[in-house]
């Protein structure tokens, strides 16, 4: 299962953070509720210092871009 850390939650979004807002957006319209969980989260608690980023067992991808990439070449359907 596909890990989604962003920021936490405030103002009632899911985030306090544009590129995290964008990316669970993407993950809600693109992806199966199944294969993913959206994990409010720190910079300092991944390995590449960043949010959003996206962990997939061992592996970790951060930035929009980058996760969007990511999950693309999982799934060309995504």
Not at 25 to 45: H, K, M, V
Request: proline share 10%.
């Amino acid at each position: 299962m596909l890990e989604l850390h962003v920021y936490p939650p405030a103002f009632s979004l899911p985030s306090i953070d544009a590129h995290c807002i964008a990316t669970i957006a993407y993950f809600s319209q693109a992806l199966p509720e199944n294969e993913w969980r959206l994990i409010a989260d720190t910079p300092n608690n991944n390995p590449t210092g960043e949010l959003p980023a996206l962990r997939n067992g061992s592996i970790w991808i951060s930035g929009f871009a980058n996760i969007i990439d990511y999950a693309r070449k999982l799934n060309p359907s995504y």
